[in-house]
């Protein structure tokens, strides 16, 4: 098996784009939810979300280009094409057949379809030619092949929530096996809309805590009343350690474990049992014991029914260590992307292992004695080993009962 290193990163979300300005946020705990401005919001009970402000299509599509490209496309492109500067590959080195795209998302070309259809039923408005190319849950993955010249397997995931992980955990499977030699991998959705937003409401899922909206997200505080639905992408750039050795790149971290399944028992509530043989098939997949585990990037939604799911699976797997082991959610700050979520969550992972910092659950409040593990709620803390490597968890767990967990490393001897 070969091993596969992490060598580029791109990211675009409510907090800010670049790898350096989000992660600093981060360990700052600046929260990216604010007041929805982009549609009218009077009949919602939930108006805020987590747009991506400081992004700005125009660096990069022209006019032509934008007018082609759905949001989402937009988001996964730029975070691509960043994650493949950052890598040092935008020279000629991704235009071949050992160069694949894998994109998780949840809701695809959403905005696009709202405008059709609203075209459409109201009998007036612009009905494009475009609109499927727009709209395909694959028009992200293809545009970047077409972007970037990617020439290899060009896949796309919907797996919910998780589909940004999943997307990375079988991108890092395809390299490790020797399928293809590299993989720009994430996840990337746009799902703050009209529609969207009103069904999210019927469900009665969405935190309704909007004043002030960045303090709606809650995660694991006993008066949490849901999520905040937010934007973004999150896109890596994987290869082997040994090509990235040789190209002398920086390598962030090494991913060595994956794990998926299928709680197969209802549809929107998770359960704990499909959650944990996740994170145990990821430690079995990297060869970790739950012992080095030093840090958990918790899925973390901020739902009455998530968090304590997730809070029984890591006590399942981790036993009475569970409360010893730092567990912290970004989606108190970004809210929650929706098919973006694990892909920008696994970055987060990879950027705290490198900087052995780890980014705070804020917002916490109330402590719920169904959620009593550590979810470092003072403010960013430092990352230590627990053995000779730091190894950390990252979580992904969506509707239908998807579950992925991906496991990275930031040995010492992976740049050696």
Same mark, same amino acid.
């Given at each position: ?26 360990? @700052? ?110 028009? /992200? ?133 499909? @959650? ?90 109330? /402590? ?49």
């Amino acid at each position: 098996m070969r091993r596969v290193a992490v060598t580029g990163i791109g990211l675009i979300t409510p907090v800010g784009v670049g790898r350096e300005r989000v992660f600093q946020a981060l360990i @700052e705990g600046r929260s990216g939810i604010s007041r929805i401005e982009g549609f009218d919001i009077s009949a919602l009970k939930t108006t805020m979300s987590g747009i991506c402000r400081d992004f700005r299509p125009e660096d990069f599509f022209d006019e032509r280009e934008k007018t082609r490209l759905d949001r989402v496309s937009q988001l996964a492109i730029a975070a691509a094409e960043s994650a493949a500067r950052d890598a040092r590959m935008d020279n000629g080195l991704l235009d071949n057949y050992d160069t694949g795209v894998i994109i998780g998302t949840g809701f695809g070309g959403q905005e696009s379809v709202e405008e059709y259809c609203g075209a459409y039923f109201n009998g007036h408005g612009r009905r494009t030619a475009i609109a499927i190319p727009k709209a395909m849950y694959n028009a /992200a993955s293809s545009n970047i092949a077409i972007r970037l010249k990617t020439r290899g397997p060009n896949i796309t995931l919907s797996t919910a929530c998780s589909s940004g992980a999943n997307a990375i955990g079988q991108a890092f499977h395809m390299i490790r096996y020797g399928q293809t030699e590299r993989m720009i991998a994430g996840g990337a959705d746009a799902p703050v809309t009209p529609v969207v937003m009103d069904a999210w409401k019927d469900m009665r899922v969405l935190s309704t805590k909007n004043d002030p909206p960045e303090r709606a997200c809650k995660p694991f505080s006993a008066n949490r009343d849901g999520f905040v639905l937010s934007e973004g992408a999150g896109i890596v750039v994987l290869e082997t350690i040994e090509s990235a050795r040789e190209r002398g790149a920086h390598i962030y971290a090494e991913i060595i474990g994956y794990g998926a399944t299928a709680d197969a028992s209802h549809i929107t509530f998770p359960d704990s049992e499909g @959650e944990a043989h996740a994170i145990l098939r990821a430690l079995r997949d990297a060869a970790v014991q739950p012992e080095e585990i030093a840090y958990v990037n918790a899925h973390g939604t901020a739902t009455k029914l998530n968090d304590i799911s997730e809070t029984e699976a890591l006590k399942k797997v981790f036993g009475s260590r569970a409360r010893e082991i730092p567990v912290s959610s970004i989606k108190s700050m970004l809210g929650h992307s929706m098919g973006a979520s694990g892909a920008i969550e696994f970055i987060a992972t990879v950027l705290a292992i490198e900087s052995k910092k780890i980014p705070p659950t804020i917002n916490y409040e109330e /402590a719920d004695p169904q959620c009593d593990l550590d979810y470092v709620t003072e403010g960013a803390r430092e990352l230590k080993a627990t053995a000779a490597r730091i190894a950390a968890l990252s979580n992904s767990f969506g509707f239908g009962g998807n579950n992925a967990v991906l496991v990275a490393t930031g040995s010492n001897d992976i740049t050696a």
